[in-house]
């Protein structure tokens, strides 16, 4: 990794762990699949008490909290998942960069190709575990702490737009 790669990835790392971004986030957050029609939904995230929520069109609400464990609901139903903090619905994923699956652990669906720093912005490219040919990359967002966007052949995920709640 070059001196260049390293800084970023330093970067990145110290701006995704600094408590100035542990706080309430709420954001509106558009996924493309490559088949299928957008779908496009609000997220919060509260980083102090570790809860979060995707309301989708529909008014399709997936959640997280430490007393209901991860749950949907939808038409006044509501479905629990079990309670793994970090089982999140992919758009919430964007609030948690460095728990994102692509940092190259044996469980990670990528690992590290290469970073590059822009200034505002750090662009990490990524390669599939199981294959070269498939590749993906993210735009983190050095302000806000988070994934702006992940990109991938089969979807793309944007933060369209972002406003931040108390400081924690």
């Not at 609030?95 to 590059?116: C, Q």
């Amino acid at each position: 990794m070059s001196e260049g790669s390293f800084e970023a990835l330093r970067s990145l790392m110290a701006a995704a762990r600094s408590s100035r971004h542990h706080r309430e986030f709420s954001a509106v957050v558009e996924i493309v699949e490559a088949e299928g029609k957008p779908e496009k939904g609000k997220v919060a995230v509260d980083h102090q008490s570790g809860s979060w929520e995707f309301v989708a069109s529909g008014n399709r609400k997936f959640f997280y909290t430490r007393e209901e464990g991860n749950c949907f609901r939808h038409r006044g139903q509501t479905e629990r998942g079990g309670n793994d903090p970090f089982k999140r619905h992919r758009a919430v994923e964007l609030f948690f960069p460095l728990e994102m699956p692509i940092w190259g652990a044996e469980w990670d669906l990528y690992r590290l190709e290469s970073i590059r720093d822009y200034g505002d912005v750090i662009r990490v490219d990524l390669v599939d575990q199981e294959s070269e040919d498939i590749t993906a990359h993210a735009i983190f967002d050095k302000e806000a702490g988070i994934f702006i966007e992940f990109s991938a052949y089969w979807e793309k995920r944007t933060v369209t737009e972002l406003l931040y709640g108390p400081q924690r």
